[in-house]
């Protein structure tokens, strides 16, 4: 799961830098989660000759699991008194997630599969 902090001593951040945060935060959240239901929609249009069912499966627990996490992560966020930051480090395999997300849209589309349209980009 995600480690959530505050800013030290959780002290509103100076100058408007609170707001900011949750900005930038709140839209990066929003992107993890369209890419995470875009993966799962590719796996639906995804043959064995692109991946195994094996590695369907895995990619599929590891999405899940991972909106599992995010979902935790915004209510921990949403229910916090002061603006809250997401530790680097706990993100990072949700990166590397949406990589693995990329990768299986650039494989599909090698293997001439007609991949579903992209939705218009969510707001955060």
């Known amino acids: 799961m995600s480690d959530l902090s505050s800013t030290p001593d959780s002290t509103p951040m100076p100058g408007g830098a609170g707001e900011l945060l949750d900005q930038l935060l709140g839209s990066l959240l929003v992107d993890f989660d369209f890419w995470f239901d875009r993966g799962l929609l590719l796996l639906q249009h995804c043959p064995e000759s692109v991946m195994t069912?094996?590695?369907?499966?895995?990619?599929?627990?590891?999405?899940?699991?991972?909106r599992k996490e995010l979902i935790?992560?915004?209510?921990?966020?949403?229910?916090?008194?002061?603006?809250?930051?997401l530790d680097?480090?706990?993100?990072?395999?949700?990166?590397?997630?949406?990589?693995?997300v990329w990768t299986l849209s650039a494989e599909l589309?090698?293997?001439?599969?007609?991949?579903?349209?992209?939705?218009?980009?969510?707001?955060?």
């Not at 069912?53 to 991972?66: F, P």
């Not at 935790?72 to 930051?85: D, E, G, Q, T």
């Not at 589309?109 to 955060?124: D, K, M």
């Open 53 to 66: 069912s094996g590695e369907q499966e895995a990619l599929a627990e590891r999405l899940s699991t991972a």
């Open 72 to 85: 935790a992560a915004k209510s921990l966020r949403s229910a916090a008194p002061v603006s809250m930051a």
């Open 88 to 100: 680097m480090q706990a993100m990072a395999p949700w990166h590397r997630l949406v990589l693995s």
């Open 109 to 124: 589309r090698q293997a001439g599969v007609v991949l579903p349209e992209l939705p218009p980009a969510p707001r955060p």
